[in-house]
């Protein structure tokens, strides 16, 4: 089955920590999206990529980092910089080019700092 | 700030009534869209409408647009239980300049459609 996949499903970090989430597509989508969801919120974007070895910051990148050394794989750090990274988390994909618009997600990774 | 805004933040129904959702944004669009996300999951998307139309379909999903207002509604018709969850509308903007292939969310609303 094609889809997105994000591991861990639920994450405890201690404060200080780094701590990074997988995001994976099987989709051969060249596009993907990091965005974080506070309880009650709307989505708000992280870190985009386009294409593999690049990628551009989002709304509040600030305390997070990515790599995009794969087409299929687009992790994102959590670094000790973030100061309130208790949130849920979600990894998105599409097909890049200006006529495909619809992001496909994944089941989300819980982030809780203990 | 939110490009988007919905209202209402919650909305309670019961089965077989209709449930009207809106929201507003602020600049220029290519396209808008919503999803739906189920408690503790990830968004699906349901429908996408560009600043060109006015109206879509798709089965009990109905879309409207309207550009002069910066603003959407999403009406389904007949809800069932099953439709209970949060909507959000979500706005592309533009192509060019570093905008190109983001989507802006709102802060989505809840629905609960009771049996």
């Known amino acids: 089955d094609g889809g997105i996949t994000q591991s861990p499903k639920y994450l405890f970090r201690k404060e200080g920590q780094n701590v990074t989430l997988s995001c994976e597509q099987n989709?051969?989508?060249?596009?993907m999206y990091w965005y974080r969801q506070d309880p009650g919120q709307g989505l708000r974007l992280i870190y985009y990529?386009?294409?593999?070895?690049?990628?551009q910051k989002g709304d509040i990148a600030e305390g997070y980092s990515v790599s995009r050394e794969k087409k299929e794989s687009f992790p994102l750090t959590v670094t000790s910089a973030q100061k309130n990274p208790t949130a849920f988390y979600l990894c998105a994909s599409k097909i890049a080019g200006i006529s495909y618009n619809e992001q496909f997600f994944g089941p989300g990774t819980r982030l809780t700092v203990l | 700030s939110q490009q988007g805004e919905e209202d209402p933040q919650a909305l309670s129904i019961q089965e077989g009534e209709n449930a009207t959702m809106n929201c507003s944004y602020k600049t220029s669009i290519n396209n808008l869209q919503w999803y739906r996300q189920n408690s503790g999951r990830g968004l699906v998307h349901l429908i996408l409408i560009r600043s060109n139309e006015r109206e879509k379909h798709s089965g009990r999903l109905r879309v409207t647009l309207d550009t002069s207002k910066k603003s959407s509604s999403l009406l389904i018709t007949a809800s069932r239980a099953a439709d209970t969850a949060s909507y959000f509308c979500a706005t592309g903007r533009r192509a060019g300049g570093t905008s190109y292939g983001k989507l802006t969310f709102g802060q989505g609303t809840i629905l609960t459609v009771h049996p």
């Open positions: 990529s386009q294409i593999v070895n690049d990628f």
């Open positions: 989709l051969n989508h060249d596009a």
